[in-house]
């Protein structure tokens, strides 16, 4: 078991009936309940625009608690005396003048304070100035932002700077939840703890990284953000430069927050630029059209619900990323992401080099690297790919491949893998930053981003069609296929 914090906590949740909130925080906070690490005194005060009161909201959350948490983890009165720490407040962001209940509601409070701004991000920099307004807050208050963080570098600029007026660079905790998926975290113990990798994590053993990050589903009636960000600004900026930047980072001199998150700026700023004479052979961008998904006819992005027939925002992106400096000097990274893609699959293919002199079988060297799979979803877990002779009198010196397989649900089966934002939350419960994410990394992701779409608004080609339910665009093999490699598809 894992200790409780050391202090109570005070849980300011604005946005408290919003999806993220619904859907999210609140399985999240009951789930630390649950496994007894809210410590006794913590209190949630659910903060939203809607007309209701404490006793409603409760009702509320436990009809969508039963809903969301699988009926092996909800027990009802873990879950009631849970929403008793719960009590609701009606309140105007906008509004300075309202923010003294919240006060009244700490008045005779001694917790540690969080905020969480489970909002629209234009909505950060409000709160905020009246929270200080109010004399809410301390210089010990943590408080927590979602993604994304604008909608390019100069607005995530605003937002920053609007947060860093009220709040030291240390009280912020902004969200990428990716961060808090297990195998994400394992991915430092896996390259740092074990020389087995750690000797062989650079250009001269590994020939290239893939990383996929693939949606089953369209939009899912999110068509009013969705076709103002794209994938690009949706994943690209944020889960999968991270990604990258956790698998390409050099080793950090501790694992503090700022040791490690020192390490993936180095990465982002060594990315290397793609300039508009690349665009064709190291971009692809895509949106999906009427296809099939589950078996199920699904519509194509233009027709959605509410869509703009003349919409160019794309769903898919594929891009070839290289890396300027000494470790990964030659080593492509290939990244996509898409909606309406055959299934749900979130993985990482480290594709190490193979040996400098082959003895067997010619017409099996194409088996002859090895792979590392890193699993974030649906099954977290990792496989190592490795050759061995295969079985029986008549094979000779037959090859065959196979994986050393780790599956966390399998291998740890007394152990329950918590859901992302139960550990994000429970490190800001902790005050520990690691997890989460500095300004500047922000701002170097959209730096480069930025430069990205800035080529394609230049060029003024539309994205390619792909077929609903399948793996993207012709040109994303084509990308891939054209260095002589193949994307991994491990159905």
């Known amino acids: 078991m894992v200790s409780k914090v050391d202090t109570r906590c005070d849980l300011m949740l604005f946005g408290a009936l919003g999806d993220l909130a619904q859907r999210k925080l609140f399985p999240a906070l009951y789930q630390l309940a649950r496994a007894n690490l809210l410590a006794e005194g913590s209190r949630i005060l659910a903060i939203a625009r809607t007309e209701t009161d404490t006793a409603g909201v409760r009702e509320q959350l436990l009809d969508r608690l039963q809903q969301v948490i699988r009926p092996d983890e909800f027990d009802r009165s873990v879950a009631e005396a849970f929403l008793q720490r719960v009590e609701y407040q009606l309140l105007d962001f906008n509004d300075p003048d309202g923010f003294s209940a919240l006060n009244n509601w700490r008045d005779s409070a001694h917790n540690e304070l969080i905020v969480y701004m489970a909002t629209p991000p234009a909505m950060y920099g ?16 943590r408080v927590v932002v979602e993604k994304p963080i604008g909608h390019d570098l100069e607005s995530s600029k605003v937002i920053n700077d609007e947060l860093g007026e009220v709040y030291r660079e240390n009280q912020l905790f902004r969200i990428d939840h990716y961060l808090g ?47 103002k960000a794209g994938q690009i600004r949706d994943m690209i900026q944020n889960h999968l430069l991270q990604l990258l930047c956790l698998i390409a980072m050099d080793p950090p001199s501790d694992l503090s927050a700022d040791s490690i998150r020192d390490e993936k700026v180095k990465v982002l700023k060594a990315l290397r630029e793609i300039t508009p004479d690349m ?23 233009l027709e959605e619900e509410g869509a703009n027939r003349g919409s160019e925002t794309e769903t898919f992106v594929a891009l070839k990323v290289e890396i300027d400096n000494w470790r990964w000097s030659g080593v492509p990274f290939y990244i996509r992401t898409g909606k309406r893609l055959p299934e749900k699959l979130s993985q990482i293919i480290i594709h190490f080099k193979p040996a400098p002199h082959y003895i067997f079988d010619p017409d099996q060297k194409h088996l002859a690297n090895n792979k590392l799979i890193i699993r974030l979803q649906p099954d977290e877990g990792m496989a190592l790919k490795i050759l061995t002779k295969d079985q029986g009198l008549d094979k000779g010196m037959r090859l065959r491949q196979g994986p050393l397989e780790l599956t966390f649900s399998e291998t740890f089966d007394a152990e329950r893998i918590p859901d992302a934002y139960e550990r994000l939350l429970w490190e800001v419960m902790k005050g520990n930053q690691y997890l989460f994410v500095r300004r500047d990394e922000v701002e170097h992701a959209w730096r480069w981003v930025d430069r990205v779409i800035r080529n394609w608004h230049d060029s003024g080609e539309p994205p390619k069609r792909y077929a609903a339910g399948t793996w993207g665009p012709v040109a994303s ?7 002589g490699r193949s994307w991994y598809e491990d159905v």
């Open 126 to 141: 409000v709160i905020a100035r009246n929270l200080r307004t109010a004399g809410c807050c301390t210089d010990r208050t």
């Open 181 to 227: 998926k297990e195998t994400v975290q394992n991915l430092i113990a896996l390259r740092f703890a074990n020389n087995l990798f750690a000797s062989q994590w650079d250009q001269n053993h590994i020939s290239h990284v893939e990383i996929t990050v693939a949606e089953a589903v369209g939009i899912e009636g999110r068509w009013g953000y969705f076709d």
């Open 279 to 301: 665009m064709e052979r190291y971009v692809v961008r895509g949106q999906y059209t009427a296809g099939t998904s589950g078996g199920q006819p699904v519509p194509g992005y």
């Open 477 to 483: 093999i084509a990308m891939i296929t054209r260095d």
